[in-house]
Antibody, heavy 115, light 110 residues
């Protein structure tokens, strides 16, 4: 069964940086668009960024553009979200999702931005 | 940016049928928006129920079905069970760039 195993997350000070990782098992990157989404406490889901299945392009929500970078290491079969200039508004659970022939979710990574 | 709309809350009786809808501020929702439906229960990560309009995942009960209904995407639950009480989110694709979630529908089985 496909699993998306996430790592990273934690407590970071405002203005700081953090990197999240997402490692799919038994999922071929080239067949899946990979996304990061987030959910602030008690709120709904918000799309953050995506990476095309063929690896040719990325796209970002306006709220994170210029601060977050989605990337993929095909050799390691790992998806990343590099986050910088973090503010309290970025506090949320972050999930990676693969969409393609099927659709799978990671278990989530909690990011808390606080001094 | 497009706004995706869902009913904030709905209630269905056990064994009953309910339809959740997903609309777009840009116009009719079509298959080209590749509508997804996700289910999230309290304290859990979301999971995919329906993808690309009406395709069920391997774990999606047959009582859930996805479709296009008028100018919206729809998720119909036929024969509601207590375990179906959850938050349901739709997810639409716009051109080749942005993706947008609806605000979610809190479904109560009562």
């Amino acid at each position: 069964e496909v699993q998306l195993l996430q790592s990273g997350g934690g407590l970071v000070q405002p203005g700081g940086s953090l990197r999240l990782s997402c490692e799919p098992s038994e999922l071929t990157f080239k067949n899946y668009w990979m996304h990061w989404v987030r959910q602030a406490p008690g709120k709904g889901l918000v799309w953050v960024a995506r990476f095309r299945a063929d690896g040719t392009g990325t796209s970002y929500a306006d709220s994170v553009k210029g601060r977050f970078t989605i990337s993929r290491d095909n050799a390691k079969s790992t998806l990343y979200l590099q986050m910088s200039s973090l503010t309290s508004d970025d506090t949320a659970a972050y999930y990676c999702i693969g969409t393609g022939p099927r659709s799978y979710w990671g278990q989530g990574s909690l990011v808390i931005v606080s001094s | 940016q497009a706004v995706v709309t869902q009913e904030p809350s709905l209630t269905v009786s056990p064994g009953g049928t309910v339809t959740l809808t997903c609309g777009s501020s840009t116009g009719a929702v079509t298959s080209g928006h590749y509508p997804y439906w996700f289910q999230q229960k309290p304290g859990q990560a979301p999971r995919t129920l329906i993808f690309d309009v009406g395709n069920r995942h391997s774990w999606t009960p047959d009582r859930f079905s996805g479709s296009l209904l008028g100018d919206k995407a729809a998720l119909t639950l036929s024969g509601a069970q207590p375990e179906d009480e959850a938050e349901y989110y739709c997810f639409l694709s716009f051109s080749d760039t942005r993706r947008v979630f609806g605000g979610g529908t809190k479904l109560t089985v009562l």
